[in-house]
Structures are given as structure tokens and as C-alpha cells.
């Protein structure tokens, strides 16, 4: 998410770990610091799969969507890696 801001980069991160968590069901088991860390890990996950296939962008809409994709990624990963 470059050009973003660290408050920017928790804000968004922490919004796209929330809806992430309530996607995959984990909510009750995440406090707000560990959305937070999920939105913002997914954020670089999303941005490296999608430099990948060559696909670039900015602005707000487009990092939140990123750092969302890549969460619901990661929590998706972590349920895999538990069962």
C-alpha cells in the first residue's frame, strides 16, 4: 500500500481484518489488535499475489480491497494449518 500513511496502513488494515474475520467466523476469537495484524499482513500477501499476475493500483478503495482479499487469504491459510 505505498503512499498510504501508518495510520492509514492500521486504519485500513484493521477495517479489512475486522469484515475479514466476521467473513471467515473468527471474530470472537480476535481482539482488535490481532484484525488489525491479519488486515495489514493480508495487505502485503494481497499486494504480492497481485504484483504476481501484474496487477497494480492505488488509492484507498483499491488497498482495502487488497488487504481484504489477502486477509480472508491468510485467515483461510491459518483454519487449513489448525484442522
Known amino acids: 500500500m505505498p503512499g498510504l ?3 492509514g496502513w492500521i486504519i485500513i488494515g484493521g ?4 469484515i475479514a474475520s466476521k467473513i471467515k467466523g473468527t ?3 480476535q481482539g482488535l489488535l ?3 495484524v491479519v ?3 493480508g495487505g502485503l500477501l ?3 499475489l497481485l504484483t504476481l ?6 488509492g484507498w478503495i483499491f488497498s482495502f480491497l487488497t488487504c481484504l482479499v489477502g486477509a480472508v487469504i491468510l485467515l483461510s491459510i491459518v483454519q ?3 484442522k
Open 27 to 29: 471474530d470472537a476469537q
Open 34 to 36: 490481532l484484525n488489525i
Open 80 to 82: 487449513a494449518i489448525r
Open 5 to 7: 500513511s501508518f495510520l
Open 39 to 41: 488486515g495489514v499482513v
Open 15 to 18: 477495517l479489512a481484518g475486522w
Open 46 to 48: 494481497g499486494g504480492w
Open 53 to 58: 499476475v501484474g496487477v497494480s493500483g492505488g
